[in-house]
């Protein structure tokens, strides 16, 4: 398994490239702000053919450079239909005005190919299985996708804004949600392995049973303590 991950943008929005090895078809996660250029790199230092893009969900610093992307290489781009319009109206998204200056020169809008993702499908995409899960409370549409565990590796959990290494994603945004970002804790994430690794869409990688341990987001629905809230200054959340 190869997994080539780098922070891109403004906001270090963590772009992955995900392939059975080097040399190989891979799918591309989440080229955000500025990300285009980390994408060709990777692709042409682990010699790789990309088939897809899959997106967490639709704020901007998450799916930015979709459109170059996916119009270099000519290919599709799954995201949530929840979050689709995101894609072309990202100031309705975020509920503010985009600063130029911060973003500097935008493509926004859909790539030619755009299929939607629903709750528990399975992705059968250069070779690999990624099984989806809605996850809303960071966006209506966020979503998660999941390697299955295999004799070399753990499980692998791409948790996009729902789940950071000590933290969680901000739900202050139009569509966020603090209970349904919980809900979707309890839900996506308790199940999960201790050993399933977390690469998330900001900052370090991480493991469920780390953050079983340490998250007080985590630790707060494990307990059954859904409607309170952790200590905010503990734990800030990330994300645009």
Not at 79 to 96: F, N, Q, S, W
Not at 115 to 124: M, V
Not at 156 to 175: E, H, K
């Amino acid at each position: 398994m190869l997994i080539a991950g780098f922070p891109a943008g403004a906001w270090g929005t963590n772009c992955y490239l995900v392939a059975p090895a080097a040399g190989e078809e891979c799918v591309i996660i989440d080229p955000g702000h500025e990300a285009a250029p980390g994408v060709e790199e990777a692709l042409e230092k682990h010699r790789l053919k990309p088939v897809a893009v899959v997106l967490t969900h639709g704020h901007l610093d998450h799916v930015a450079s979709v459109v170059p992307v996916c119009g270099a290489h000519d290919v599709p781009a799954w995201i949530h239909p929840d979050d689709r319009y995101m894609m072309t109206d990202p100031e309705k998204a975020l509920g503010r005005s985009i600063g130029a200056q911060l973003m500097g020169e935008l493509t926004v809008g859909e790539p030619d190919d755009v299929r939607e993702l629903t709750d528990g499908a399975h992705l059968s995409l250069a070779g690999l299985d990624l099984t989806v899960a809605h996850a809303p409370g960071h966006t209506k549409g966020s979503v998660t996708f999941r390697l299955p565990e295999t004799a070399e590796i753990p499980s692998v959990f791409f948790s996009g804004d729902l789940l950071f290494a000590g933290s969680i994603g901000r739900t202050d945004l139009p569509g966020g949600s603090h209970a349904d970002i919980l809900e979707s804790l309890a839900r996506v994430c308790l199940p999960l392995d201790d050993s399933t690794v977390v690469l998330s869409g900001h900052g370090p990688q991480t493991t469920i049973g780390q953050e079983r341990a340490t998250n007080p987001y985590l630790r707060q629905v494990a307990a059954g303590r859904p409607g309170g809230d952790a200590d905010p200054t503990s734990a800030p959340r990330r994300g645009m």
